[in-house]
């Protein structure tokens, strides 16, 4: 009843409504890319509704093999199903569902024609639930070890996908933090907790054949604080488009690069050293590709041979050394670390912090103090 909600009831619920109104918030603006918009709308609302599911057995509503037991608010395959395809979604905007991702969706619909086969049965003939509830309990403990199995799967895919695309962002970007997905391991690190939390009283109850009610409240709270970061951090970091990638390292046959291309690493090095090409904040592989009327693989073979380093690292190096060369300069004394770092090339603070720790192994800030 109501009055048995306490304060932990009291966060799961403002998590649902929070969830919920987020999900109205992305229908009214969505993200830039709609496909990705569609699945983390799915996801969140799987989170709102399975938290929904469990609080109507705290309210007493639910669990005595009644109607609302059988409801489609439990649905967490669809929870895990929408988050890879979310993240399949930010990474191929233009592809179709793969076949690991149509699998996850067989499957949710199978859950789903479980919780209605159910709840038509419990219509009918309710007293043939009771008499099969041992069956009925067995196949609910069955899904629970397929989810687990599925959620490491998809954990384990959607974070190689994430690190393989930033590091094909690397080799065309010297900035790569608007289009970055690394923000997203978080969320993974996140949802690996609670599904811990899930697997604990879910083993339980698997060789016990019984579980309390309050050995699941650790995994709706984090849940609920789940569902109020994700608001928080799609609200400062919108998802957007991918960005063209010229040359994808991870199809990329290392070829040994003939005597030929010395004559265009002495121009690429002429660029850099002489022109400052680095010095434009909008600078990628294929504008540089195109500087030495070459293509963009060509380019990054001749960087990642020569150079040993990617095309983020090879450029960012140069800012760097032309940060530090300011900083040094009387001529730049008026200007702050950031200013100095834009005015290298640099066009974000992450990427300035990110690459000047990189490559000489200090802040910034005690880089400076260093040489005063």
């Not at 799915?42 to 409801?71: C, H, K, P, Q, V």
């Not at 010395?262 to 504008?287: A, E, F, G, I």
């Not at 720790?357 to 103090?369: A, E, I, N, V």
């Amino acid at each position: 009843m109501i009055e048995h909600i306490n304060v932990f009831d009291l966060i799961i619920i403002l998590g649902v409504i929070q969830g919920i109104l987020f999900v109205v918030y992305l229908w009214k603006r969505p993200l830039q890319n709609k496909k990705a918009s569609l699945f983390l709308s799915l996801f969140i609302i799987g989170f709102a509704f399975s938290s929904t599911y469990y609080m109507l057995e705290t309210l007493g509503i639910r669990g005595y093999l009644n109607i609302w037991d059988f409801s489609p608010l439990y649905c967490p395959v669809l929870i895990v199903a929408s988050l890879y395809l979310f993240v399949r979604a930010l990474i191929y905007p233009e592809s179709g569902v793969d076949l690991f991702g149509k699998v996850l969706i067989g499957f949710s619909v199978i859950q789903m024609l479980w919780q209605i086969g159910l709840s038509i049965i419990c219509l009918l003939d309710r007293q043939l639930l009771f008499e099969h509830q041992h069956l009925i309990f067995r196949g609910y403990d069955s899904f629970d070890i397929v989810l687990l199995l599925l959620s490491i799967v998809v954990f384990a895919l959607a974070i190689k996908e994430i690190n393989a695309y930033d590091k094909t962002l690397q080799h065309n970007y010297a900035e790569i933090g608007e289009f970055s997905l690394a923000w997203l391991n978080k969320l993974f690190f996140f949802l690996f907790g609670i599904l811990i939390l899930f697997a604990i009283p879910t083993m339980y109850e698997v060789i016990t054949g019984h579980s309390p009610f309050s050995m699941y409240y650790p995994m709706w709270i984090a849940t609920s604080c789940l569902i109020y970061w994700i608001g928080y951090s799609t609200y400062f970091r919108r998802a957007k488009l991918s960005p063209a990638i010229y040359h994808d390292e991870r199809t990329a046959t290392e070829t040994k690069l003939s005597d030929k291309t010395k004559p265009y690493h002495t121009r690429l090095t002429r660029l850099m050293n002489q022109d400052k090409v680095y010095l434009d904040q909008d600078l990628n592989l294929k504008s540089l590709a195109d500087q030495l009327d070459i293509s963009s693989g060509y380019l990054s073979q001749i960087i990642n041979q020569y150079e040993k380093k990617n095309f983020f690292d090879y450029i960012n190096s140069h800012r760097v050394n032309e940060v530090k060369s300011k900083i040094r300069d009387d001529k730049f004394q008026h200007m702050n670390l950031l200013g100095i770092a834009y005015d290298s090339g640099f066009k974000s603070k992450s990427t300035f912090n990110l690459a000047f720790k990189k490559h000489t192994g200090l802040t910034p800030s005690t880089y400076k103090k260093s040489i005063s």
